[in-house]
C-alpha cells in the first residue's frame, strides 16, 4: 500500500509535476514565467481527495465535494495568463471550488478575493488555504453573479464557471483598463471563454479566447 506523506510519493509527485510543466503546459503554448511559477509551487495533490492522489496532475477536471469540479492544470494557467496580471492586482475568483487557482492566483497578485456559493466548499477551502499558508486569499459564500462590491474595483475578475451571458454587475465591479475572463455559452454544457477589457465608463473590449466546457453558473446573473 503506498502511504500518503512518504518517500516515495513524494518522488511520484514530483516526477508527474514535472510532466505537467513541461508537456501540458509550457508543451500546448502557456509562456508566462510567473504562471509557470506558481503551478510549479502550488501542490495541487493537497486540493483534492487522498484516493485520487495518482490522477493530481494529470490534464483534466478531478471532482471534488458536492458534485462540483477542481479544473484541469492547464485551463487554470490558460486562464490566469489570460488575465494579464500584474504584481500589485487586485483579483476577484468567482467559483472557489477547492480553493485551487485561488492558490495559483495568490502566488502571483497581492489579494486574491474569491467566492463560492455552495456554503460546505467555501468552509473547506478556505480552512485548506489556510492551514497551506495562503495568507492573502479571502473567501466568501454568497452568489458570485453579484461579485463582492465591498473590495471592488478589481484589476481582474476570472469565472470558473460557465455563465449563460456576462453579468453585468461584474462588468460594474472591474477597474478601468481592468480583464475579466469568463465562459459564456447559450447551453449550460458548453462556453466560449471570453476575455472582456474595460477601456473607459462603460466601454469594453472583447475577445474570444477558445472553447471551454465547465459546471454551470448558478444565480442571480447565471443561470
Ligand atoms: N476554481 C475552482 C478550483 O480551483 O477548484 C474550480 C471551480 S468549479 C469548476 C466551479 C465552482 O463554481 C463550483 O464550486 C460551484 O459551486 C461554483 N459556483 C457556481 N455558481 C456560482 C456562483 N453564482 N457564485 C459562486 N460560485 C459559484
Keep these: ?36 511559477r506558481a503551478m510549479e509551487e502550488v501542490p495541487r495533490e493537497s486540493f483534492i481527495d487522498e484516493g485520487l492522489m495518482d490522477s493530481a496532475y494529470d490534464d483534466n477536471p478531478l471532482p471534488i465535494d458536492e458534485g462540483q469540479t477542481i479544473s484541469q492544470p492547464y485551463i487554470v494557467a490558460y486562464m490566469t495568463e489570460a488575465l494579464q496580471l500584474q504584481k500589485t492586482d487586485r483579483v476577484l475568483e468567482i467559483g472557489t471550488g477547492s480553493g485551487y487557482a485561488a492558490a495559483v492566483l ?46 471592488a474595483p478589481y484589476d481582474a475578475i476570472v469565472v470558473t464557471a460557465g455563465a449563460p451571458h456576462v453579468p453585468p454587475t461584474l462588468l460594474k465591479q472591474l477597474a478601468i483598463g481592468g480583464r475579466l475572463v469568463i465562459p459564456v455559452g447559450p447551453i449550460p454544457e458548453f462556453q466560449v471563454l471570453l476575455r472582456l477589457r474595460r477601456l473607459g465608463g462603460g466601454e469594453f473590449r472583447r475577445e474570444e479566447l477558445c472553447g471551454v466546457r465547465f459546471v454551470p453558473l448558478i444565480g442571480a446573473e447565471g443561470w
Design 1 to 36: 500500500m503506498r502511504i500518503w506523506g512518504s518517500e516515495e510519493v513524494k518522488r511520484s509527485l514530483a516526477r508527474r509535476r514535472e510532466i505537467m510543466l513541461r508537456d501540458h503546459l509550457l508543451g500546448r503554448g502557456i509562456r508566462s514565467g510567473e504562471v509557470m
Design 106 to 151: 495568490s502566488r502571483i497578485v497581492t489579494e486574491v478575493f474569491s467566492v463560492e456559493r455552495l456554503g460546505s466548499l467555501a468552509e473547506s477551502a478556505r480552512r485548506r488555504l489556510q492551514s497551506l499558508g495562503y495568507d492573502n486569499v479571502f473567501i466568501h459564500e454568497g452568489d458570485g453573479t453579484q461579485g463582492w462590491a465591498e473590495h
